[in-house]
């Protein structure tokens, strides 16, 4: 359908409009000047949201920083509480480990929610990010707080398996009982565990330890926090230390927790028709631009929005380049450079670097 709508468009083109501007804090509906005044303004809480409807498709706003020459973007990454992947796939162009004093750095803190259920927790493996829907107002006003952290998920060949789970144990400061198939393959790697590993700066859980449904699969801390964002695990989903300390706090026995495989998402924005691509897993041999336009087809099909004819030469490129931001798709004549530049800029704190995170922020 929405490739039809394309067609109608580009065979009257005069008749397609450009739809109104978003809001303040976003980035306007008309195309920025090339030449660009910016502001700097103090970073955007990523990790929470109050007030969440249950119509709302997409959290957030784009910013932007300019690099200091000590900076990494793992640093920035942990800074903004982003993985490591997600600021990979947003900055293509930017050396991870020399970015370069002023060089611009884009914080992919702007999110379509993925398409799941809003109870409890929802994990989206391809975007390596977790959303903890938790009631923040009188039940039945349809509002939420959003929590949402990135994740380091299970490397190829030890998945982290879809579907739907339930927490069904919490244990503080937890022992490790590497699985029989770990141990082989460290052994195999002339690396040995023992049976046990106890509490403290070794044990690979971190300090807390969430315990799923699913036999052998747990939400946890990390003694590695580098590792966050990226597929290094052997299934189980890890946390920053300061990330799981109070998810471990808010969430209760029971509660669901819905794992997702959606690498494209599509969502609504102040009218505007939204479009998120990632790189899918490794092992995902679904046709992506044909998933990119079934997700705009579902969201088309969720508003009653006749002149919202989507770009396909700009779903094309988000297809192609996969950085995980989304992007308006409905605004014709818009450039993704254009977009990005118009990112809110914000100021880089330096004083808090990779390991000097405390589990207060």
């Known amino acids: 359908m929405a490739r039809a709508l394309v067609a109608l468009c580009a065979a009257v083109t005069s008749a397609c409009t450009v739809l109104p501007g978003a809001t303040t804090g976003r980035v306007p509906a008309r195309e920025a000047s090339a030449e660009i005044l910016s502001i700097v303004h103090a970073p955007l809480n990523a990790r929470r949201f109050e007030g969440v409807a249950a119509e709302t498709e997409v959290v957030g706003a784009l910013q932007a920083l300019d690099a200091m020459h000590e900076d990494t973007l793992a640093d920035l990454a942990r800074q903004h509480d982003l993985g490591y992947q997600e600021m990979r796939d947003a900055n293509p162009e930017v050396d991870p480990w020399l970015p370069g004093a002023g060089t611009r750095v884009y914080l992919p803190t702007l999110m379509i929610l993925p398409a799941a259920p809003r109870d409890g927790i929802v994990i989206n493996l391809p975007g390596m990010r977790l959303f903890e829907y938790a009631q923040a107002a009188p039940e039945g006003t349809g509002f939420q707080r959003l929590y949402t952290h990135p994740i380091g998920i ?10 739907t789970m339930r927490v069904t144990q919490k244990t503080r400061n937890p022992k490790w009982y590497p699985p029989a198939s770990v141990r082989a393959e460290h052994a195999a790697e002339g690396d ?16 807390f330890k969430i315990r799923l449904s699913r036999p052998n699969y747990l939400i946890h801390g990390t003694n ?18 300061e990330d799981i300390a109070p ?42 631009e044909q998933l990119a336009w079934q997700a705009i087809d579902d969201a088309l099909a969720r508003r009653d929005a006749p002149g919202a004819i989507p770009d396909a030469a700009l779903v094309a ?30 100021a880089n704190d330096g004083t808090k670097r990779r390991g000097e995170v405390t589990a207060s922020r």
């Not at 026995?253 to 009218?271: K, R, Y």
């Not at 989304?326 to 818009?334: A, I, K, Y």
């Open 154 to 163: 299970g490397r190829e060949g030890w998945a982290t398996p879809t579907g």
């Open 192 to 207: 040995p565990l023992p049976e046990v590993v106890p509490p403290g700066p070794d044990n690979p859980l971190g300090r």
């Open 224 to 241: 590695k926090p580098a590792g966050v964002g990226m597929r290094v695990s052997h299934g189980c989903i890890r946390l920053y230390p």
């Open 247 to 288: 998810l471990f706090e808010r969430v209760a026995l029971e509660t669901p927790v819905h794992i997702v495989d959606q690498p494209v998402l599509a969502g609504w924005l102040d009218g505007e028709l939204y479009v998120e691509v990632h790189p899918p897993l490794a092992e995902d041999q679904r046709d992506l």
């Open 317 to 346: 490129r988000l297809v192609r380049e996969r950085r995980g931001i989304p992007v308006p798709v409905t605004r014709h004549g818009l450039s993704l450079p254009t977009y990005l530049a118009a990112a809110r800029v914000v």
